[in-house]
């Protein structure tokens, strides 16, 4: 029997943006719509060595079998936009969303926090996931009408823009399913396949990640090819020249998410002689933890053999 909830979808919503969310939609859990892109995407080798994502792929296609029980996804946005600190140029870059505490403990943190008030309210399945299973993020937050994928891959909001992360709990309870976002924003822009610097873009909404930076300095393991364009860890570049983007960005308003250190002078200066025991102390829950410290040795390094430089941000109006 399904439970009968004692809550609407507009108390859901208003729950989840005084948890600190941006955005709230309901998705249906319908096989995907993009199975066979997903699979072609993978044949050709994009993945790389994410292996994980070949073995994850029967339940990503089909939705209604990642939480048994559930019916519905429940997607949500959370900002993690923080301004460049001046002067840093000349330095090793991290991308934004590795700047303060690794977002798969915040978002998680406060995703369990909204499905623990679902189950004090009714609720009996409210799982919670954000980047740790085989949810397709990108194509449930567009179902869930919070955005269109913009031709570099990023699911964009309007009124918002790119620099957020999704959120889902899949739930057994009903809830009315959003209307999915039917339109294309991006209209005859290719600003982020232009600005890309490895070319990692082989069409429009399909990433090659093995040229990707952001692959390169977090995903692959050995050396680094030449041509990092100076960043340490991820890189921001097709999200900071989007208009869209550009425009909206609003310092995040989550304290966790803001960053801890000033990654630049630290990745030039102190990495180079600091031991396991300090790495460990200095990037404790932050996403670079993972990456070790030879790792970011080896990220660091190659971001100064190529030169860092500004960032490539556009301050012009977003296409209609
Ligand atoms: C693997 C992965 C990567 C890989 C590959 C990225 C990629 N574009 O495929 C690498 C390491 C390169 C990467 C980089 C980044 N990532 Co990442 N990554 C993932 C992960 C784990 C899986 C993505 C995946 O399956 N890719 C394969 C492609 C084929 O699938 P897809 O991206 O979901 O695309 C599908 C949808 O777009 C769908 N679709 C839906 N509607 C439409 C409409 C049309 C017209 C089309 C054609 C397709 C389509 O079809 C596609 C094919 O199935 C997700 C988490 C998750 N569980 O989904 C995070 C995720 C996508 N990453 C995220 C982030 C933040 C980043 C970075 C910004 C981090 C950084 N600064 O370095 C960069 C951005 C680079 C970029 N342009 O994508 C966020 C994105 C949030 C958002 N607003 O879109 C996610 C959702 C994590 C999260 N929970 O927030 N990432
Ligand atoms: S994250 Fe950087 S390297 Fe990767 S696709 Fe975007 S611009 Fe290209
Ligand atoms: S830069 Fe232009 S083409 Fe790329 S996602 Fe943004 S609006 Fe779309």
């Not at 700047?99 to 623990?116: M, N, P, S, T």
Request: proline fraction near 8%.
């Amino acid at each position: 029997m399904r439970p009968t909830p004692t809550f609407t979808r507009h108390q859901l919503e208003a729950e989840a943006l005084r948890l600190g969310f941006v955005a709230l939609g309901v998705a249906d859990l319908a096989p995907s719509a993009h199975a066979d892109a997903f699979d072609d995407w993978l044949r050709r080798g994009y993945g790389g060595v994410m292996t994980y994502l070949h073995r994850r792929k029967k339940k990503r296609k089909s939705p209604a079998t990642i939480t048994p029980g559930a019916v519905r996804a429940i997607v949500v946005l959370e900002n993690y936009f923080s301004p460049d600190a001046p002067g840093d140029d000349a330095a090793p870059k991290v991308a934004r969303y590795a700047r303060g505490i690794d977002y798969h403990l915040v978002v998680l943190a406060r995703l369990r926090e909204l499905a623990e008030w679902m189950l004090a309210r009714g609720v009996t399945l409210a799982h919670a996931w954000c980047d740790d299973g085989p949810v397709p993020e990108r194509e449930l937050a567009v179902r869930a009408g919070l955005g269109w994928i913009g031709k570099n891959t990023m699911l964009i909001r309007p009124g918002v823009g790119s620099w957020t992360f999704i959120g889902t709990i899949f739930t057994d309870m009903p809830l009315p399913v959003s209307e999915p976002f039917a339109s294309d924003h991006c209209g005859s822009c290719t600003r982020c396949l232009e600005a890309c610097p490895t070319d990692a873009f082989v069409a429009e909404r399909v990433l090659d990640a093995t040229k990707c930076l952001s692959y390169l300095t977090i995903e692959q393991k050995g050396d680094l090819p030449d041509g990092t364009h100076g960043w340490a860890f991820g890189c921001d570049i097709c999200n900071e020249v989007c208009p869209w983007t550009a425009k909206f960005a609003t310092p995040t308003p989550v304290e966790l998410l803001r960053p801890r250190l000033a990654y630049g002078a630290l990745l030039r200066e102190q990495l180079p002689t600091m031991d396991e025991a300090a790495f460990a102390a200095t990037f404790a829950e932050t996403p670079m933890a993972r990456a070790g410290l030879e790792g970011m040795r080896r990220n660091a390094a190659a971001a100064l053999r190529d030169g860092a430089g500004p960032a490539h941000v556009s301050t012009s109006s977003p296409e209609k």
